[in-house]
């Protein structure tokens, strides 16, 4: 099975996780900025900062092996913390484990997967910033609407653990 992007076959068959892997990141940025109006500027700001430092020390890590579909794992766990925690009633520097975690898979997912087309890079981080801050608008009043926005980032996730599989399998 090949994984089709913009109706032609990519020329690397990783292209379509590490579009998945940096826009589930831009998208998770998003929410986090969008969340400091219910929040103090200085706690989203630690909050992005922890996020891109995370993915970040991810990058690094990746090159230790392949484990492109254990961080995209790592990431629905992290982001699954954010989101419990948004659901629970907490905000601010709470969310930091889920947003260190998410950011960690992200970046390992992201770190192996270095060739790419930065059109789809763009165009599927754009598309899905547009579609979380969408669900987040109008699905529910305050921090509630979070929640279906945020599980769409953890839905980005899992998918690019279920095209990293295809493609092992794929291998065999």
């Known amino acids: ?21 940096i826009s589930a990141a831009m998208a998770g940025a998003g929410l986090l900025t969008k969340l400091s109006i219910a929040v103090s500027v200085t706690q989203s700001l630690v909050q992005l900062f922890v996020l891109g430092l995370s993915f970040a020390v991810g990058m690094m890590l990746a090159n230790i092996g392949s484990m492109v579909r254990y961080g995209f794992l790592l990431s629905a766990v992290g982001w699954l913390l954010v989101l ?31 060739t790419g087309n930065r059109i789809v890079n763009v165009m599927s981080s754009v598309s899905a910033l547009v579609a979380v801050l969408l669900i987040q608008a109008n699905s529910a009043p305050g921090v509630n609407g979070y929640g279906f926005a945020f ?20 291998r065999k």
């Open 151 to 170: 599980a769409v980032v953890i839905d980005l996730t899992l998918l690019g653990v279920v095209l990293v599989r295809i493609a092992e399998a794929e």
């Open 84 to 114: 419990l925690s948004l659901l629970g009633g907490q905000t601010g520097l709470v969310l930091l484990p889920g947003i260190v975690a998410g950011g960690l898979g992200l970046g390992v997912a992201h770190g192996r997967l270095m």
């Open 1 to 21: 099975m090949n994984v089709w992007v913009s109706g032609t076959a990519p020329g690397s068959r990783n292209i379509a996780e590490k579009a998945i892997a």
